[in-house]
């Protein structure tokens, strides 16, 4: 039995990989998330699609704050672009402000020795090309061995598991979802730096409805509008 359970995840993984491509997201222009922290709205996550013939610009803001008795205890704020070209990734680029702490990354496609060239506050130099920006909109995340920090730069080995399928509600929609586990490969990694993040894509289109995580409180990341 655990044969066939280990074989029908590896296929399902298979099947999910043939159908994998950024232009599968062809349909949407704009994507909103509502962010949450132990169950309190706190802010959002947006993406813009932007079409020039074969080249994709996905434009991203995020923006929340926490707050307590009216006094903001952590402010965050950051905008990316990341860039495509045929379907095939070129660039990304962000700038992050965190409270009073500046981060930021650069990303670039160099197409002589088939590398990602990072320059980021975290890391500079160079990385496998299959690596992709942890930026959660695109499925192709759950077969890249590692992600890029979408932040500063940091490479991150992960580790992803399938944990099933499952409905999820949010407001008023249900949506039929593939459930993914994200973790850091290396376990000895202190708890700050640790990936541990549960993912849930829409089972027909692969939208990304909801992630999830523990970190200073349960947060969740909530599919709000899309076009």
């Given at each position: 039995?655990?044969k066939?359970?280990?074989l029908?995840?590896?296929?399902?993984l298979?099947?999910?990989?043939?159908?994998?491509?950024?232009?599968?997201?062809?349909?949407?222009?704009?994507?909103?998330?509502?962010?949450?922290?132990?169950?309190?709205?706190?802010?959002?996550?947006?993406?813009?699609?932007?079409?020039?013939?074969?080249?994709?610009?996905?434009?991203?803001?995020?923006?929340?704050?926490?707050?307590?008795?009216?006094?903001?205890?952590?402010?965050?704020?950051?905008?990316?672009?990341?860039?495509?070209?045929?379907?095939?990734?070129?660039?990304?680029?962000?700038?992050?402000?965190?409270?009073?702490?500046?981060?930021y990354v650069?990303?670039?496609?160099?197409?002589?020795?088939?590398?990602?060239?990072?320059?980021?506050?975290?890391?500079?130099?160079?990385?496998?090309?299959?690596?992709?920006?942890?930026?959660?909109?695109?499925?192709?995340?759950?077969?890249?061995?590692?992600?890029?920090?979408?932040?500063?730069?940091?490479i991150?080995?992960?580790?992803?598991?399938?944990?099933?399928?499952?409905?999820?509600?949010?407001?008023?929609?249900?949506?039929?979802?593939?459930?993914?586990?994200?973790?850091s490969?290396?376990?000895?990694?202190?708890?700050?730096?640790?990936?541990?993040?549960?993912?849930?894509?829409?089972?027909?289109?692969?939208?990304?409805?909801?992630?999830?995580?523990?970190?200073?409180?349960?947060?969740?990341?909530?599919?709000?509008?899309?076009?």
């Open positions: 039995m655990k066939i359970i280990i029908t995840v590896i296929l399902f298979y099947n999910f990989k043939a159908i994998s491509h950024v232009q599968h997201y062809d349909q949407y222009n704009y994507l909103e998330y509502e962010l949450f922290r132990n169950d309190q709205s706190i802010g959002y996550h947006k993406y813009d699609f932007i079409r020039d013939g074969d080249n994709l610009s996905i434009v991203s803001e995020v923006s929340f704050k926490i707050t307590k008795l009216g006094v903001d205890l952590y402010k965050y704020f950051a905008k990316s672009e990341e860039n495509y070209e045929k379907g095939i990734f070129t660039s990304y680029s962000s700038k992050t402000k965190q409270n009073k702490k500046d981060r650069n990303i670039k496609f160099d197409s002589n020795d088939e590398t990602l060239i990072i320059d980021g506050s975290s890391y500079k130099g160079k990385a496998d090309k299959e690596y992709i920006v942890g930026t959660w909109w695109n499925h192709e995340i759950i077969k890249a061995k590692a992600q890029i920090s979408g932040i500063s730069g940091r991150i080995e992960q580790t992803v598991t399938f944990i099933g399928k499952e409905e999820v509600k949010i407001g008023d929609k249900t949506y039929k979802t593939l459930h993914f586990n994200f973790k490969s290396d376990e000895s990694l202190p708890d700050s730096k640790k990936l541990n993040t549960d993912i849930w894509y829409d089972e027909e289109t692969y939208l990304w409805v909801k992630a999830a995580f523990e970190k200073t409180g349960y947060w969740e990341y909530r599919l709000k509008t899309y076009k």
